[in-house]
């Protein structure tokens, strides 16, 4: 069984729509996450929501939200994409253990955006 | 202030050779570190991790080195295997959350 997983895999779309990712863990996780990947391979956080809340938010633009309906799913909708938003999105969580988030965090495998 | 795990792009290493992938960090608060293995088309997986308290830790075929003097630190992959090919990424914890930057690409060469 997939532990992390995403939806699509793959998204190609043109510049000025609106999309979503989907993220589900069924690790019973308490925190989940968001990176971003360009294309040189700079894999950069973007949110962390540790069950439903979020406590990472990482400068980035406000057409990114993050949407969390329970502590198993951490959505990414993105409001009017733009060229330099194509990269490679990944979904990753981690249990709690006493003191916080555990550091070991478990990847999904990626949705490759593109914006044309 | 952040911590970006710093590494030269691109190593050739023959197979069954031994691995060495560097990484230096900048900010000297940074106590605990991983390392993630990425291969083609997958998401970033645990290898190893290393907390500041000690310079070296050994794993299944990895060791990893930590000099906090300089900060640095490498894995070191024994008998490098072409599965191994593929972006490593040394993580230093800042704070709440890891930087991984850019990594290292690993390419064994059979």
């Known amino acids: 069984d997939t532990a992390v997983s995403q939806t699509p895999k793959y998204l190609v779309t043109q510049m000025g729509n609106d999309k979503s990712i989907k993220c589900e863990q069924n690790l019973g996780h308490d925190t989940m996450y968001w990176y971003k990947q360009d294309s040189k391979k700079f894999l950069k956080i973007m949110f962390s929501y540790n069950n439903k809340e979020l406590i990472i938010n990482e400068t980035v633009p406000n057409r990114f939200s993050p949407k969390s309906p329970d502590k198993a799913h951490l959505n990414l909708h993105i409001n009017s994409l733009e060229l330099g938003d194509s990269a490679v999105y990944f979904c990753a969580s981690s249990p709690l253990v006493a003191g916080g988030p555990s550091y070991e965090q478990y990847f999904g495998p990626g949705t490759r955006l593109t914006v044309t | 202030g952040e911590s970006v795990g710093l590494h030269l792009p691109t190593l050739s290493v023959q197979e069954g050779d031994n691995s060495i992938i560097n990484c230096a960090y900048s900010n000297s608060a940074s106590d605990y570190f991983i390392w993630y293995k990425q291969e083609s088309g997958k998401g970033p997986q645990f290898i190893i991790d290393?907390?500041?308290?000690?310079d070296k830790r050994q794993g299944q075929r990895v060791t990893v080195l930590l000099n906090k003097t300089v900060k640095h630190l490498s894995l070191q992959i024994a008998a490098t295997q072409p599965g191994d090919s593929a972006v490593y990424f040394c993580a230093p914890l800042d704070g709440n959350q890891f930087y991984f930057g850019t990594g290292t690409s690993l390419t064994v060469i059979p």
């Open positions: 290393i907390r500041s308290n000690m």
